[in-house]
């Protein structure tokens, strides 16, 4: 058990909670296996669990936004995670080493509607399309995924995480979604071989980066397509002005980014198109961008 004395100005241990609980910023520091996290607190911190014994279940209420970095790393015996759908931020390794990762299945796995990690080798030409509905990449969540080909961003995502892509050297193309406002420290950096880099984030809504966002790439090679009417904004923007190709595209309209279709293809003007190159296109009454 956790009790914070009465009179503690600095920390609390609220509603018998047996926890600490940092009182003016309501991120809980550090707990026990008997801890019950409640609805007030809306973030936990680094290491608050940390080789937590005994500790098998843990529920986090919808009031927390954010898990810090090993929150919950080395809890061996942790099997079951309840994350709320509030959660849009969780940092490196919060869940490492914990029953509960191991026995995810190799490949992408999500903690509530985050991007925690690509568990396992990554196969050579890997594609990847984030599912719909995901808040966040999360911290390092494809570090060193050198087989990684591609990804697709959706607009559900608002932040990508420090390091998210880094060194992903076989990285060729990648789709920003239009409700990202924050990308991490170094999140592509490295990706050498990255040659497209669609940001479907509007002029309007177009934050400054970290200039180690996109370091060690190849900014002539590279193409930043931007939207309608946003190529001056970009340009002036820190961070997105070191590309030296922007280029303006009409993004509007897509239903579905997809790699290839089994089904019929036709152009914007509805002619068959048997050998399609990447581009916008119409199949099964849809206007898809192919890839």
């Known amino acids: 058990s956790i009790v914070i004395a009465a009179g503690n100005t600095k920390y609390d241990s609220r509603e018998n909670c047996n926890a600490i609980i940092e ?9 026990c296996k008997n801890t019950k996290i409640p609805n007030s607190v809306t ?3 680094d290491y608050a669990f940390s080789e937590c014994v005994g500790l098998t279940s843990i529920e986090i209420p919808s009031s927390v936004t954010s898990i810090g970095s090993y929150a919950f790393g080395y809890c061996a015996d942790l099997t079951s995670v309840e994350i709320p759908n509030s959660v849009t931020s969780i940092e490196e390794s919060a869940f490492s080493y ?16 985050v991007l925690y990690k690509y568990k396992g080798t990554m196969p050579e030409n890997t594609s990847i399309v ?3 509905g995901t808040l966040g990449v999360g911290n390092y969540a494809f570090y060193g995924c050198a087989g990684l080909t591609s990804i ?10 420090v390091q998210a892509f880094w060194y992903c050297t076989g990285l060729t193309s990648v789709v920003i979604g239009n409700s990202v406002t924050s990308i991490g420290d170094s999140a592509f950096c490295g990706c050498i071989g990255l040659i497209s880099l669609e940001s479907l984030i509007s002029a309007e809504k177009l934050f400054s980066l970290n200039n180690s966002v996109f370091v060690v790439i190849d ?4 193409i930043l397509y931007v939207p309608v009417g946003a190529k001056d904004t970009y340009a002036a923007t820190e961070g997105w002005s ?9 993004f509007t309209g897509i239903d579905e980014v997809i790699d290839e279709s089994k ?7 509805g002619k068959e198109v048997e050998s399609p190159s990447k581009g916008l296109y119409i199949i099964d009454g849809k206007k898809v961008f192919i890839k």
Do not use: H
Request: proline content about 3%; aromatic content about 8%; overall charge negative.
């Open 23 to 31: 009182t003016e910023t309501n991120t809980l520091v550090a707990g």
């Open 43 to 45: 973030s936990i911190g």
């Open 98 to 113: 914990t029953a509960w990762y191991n026995n995810q299945p190799d490949g992408v796995v999500y903690a509530g509607r």
């Open 130 to 132: 984030v599912e719909e």
């Open 152 to 161: 697709v961003i959706p607009n559900s995502v608002t932040s990508i995480g």
């Open 219 to 222: 900014k002539n090679a590279c």
């Open 242 to 250: 070191e590309f030296n190709n922007i280029v303006e595209k009409d």
């Open 263 to 269: 089904d019929a293809i036709y152009d914007l003007q």
